[in-house]
C-alpha cells in the first residue's frame, strides 16, 4: 500500500515555475521515494534524503544534482503507511 501525501501550497506554486527536466527528474525520483515507503525497507542511498540542520523535523531530498524537495512527515492517515507532506521543490538556491 502506497504512502499518503499532501502538497503544501508553496510547493504546488514551486513546481509550476520548475524546467520540464528538473519535474522529470522529480518525477522519477518520486516513483523511487514511494516504493521505497511501500516496501517499509528504508530508503535507498541514491534518493540522498537527509534531514535539514536547523529545521525540527524537516527532510530533503535531492533528485538532481541542483534539484532539491523538503518534506516531513505527519500523522498517520492509514494505519501502518506514512504521511508525506511536502514543502517546497527547486534549486537549492531557491530553496535557501
Known amino acids: 500500500m502506497a504512502p499518503t501525501y499532501e502538497i503544501d501550497p508553496r510547493c504546488v506554486a514551486d513546481w509550476e515555475r520548475l524546467e520540464p527536466e528538473m519535474r522529470r527528474a522529480f518525477t522519477a525520483a518520486l516513483a523511487k521515494f514511494v516504493a521505497d515507503l511501500s516496501a517499509g525497507q528504508g530508503l535507498r542511498a541514491?534518493?540522498?534524503v537527509k534531514r535539514v540542520q536547523g529545521a525540527d523535523g524537516v527532510w530533503e531530498m535531492t533528485?538532481?544534482?541542483d534539484g532539491c524537495a523538503t518534506f516531513r512527515y505527519g500523522p498517520e492517515r492509514r494505519?501502518?503507511?506514512?504521511?508525506?507532506?511536502?514543502r517546497r521543490i527547486g534549486t537549492h538556491a531557491a530553496l535557501r
Do not use: E, N
Open 46 to 48: 541514491g534518493l540522498r
Open 63 to 65: 533528485f538532481a544534482p
Open 79 to 86: 494505519q501502518g503507511q506514512p504521511h508525506v507532506i511536502w
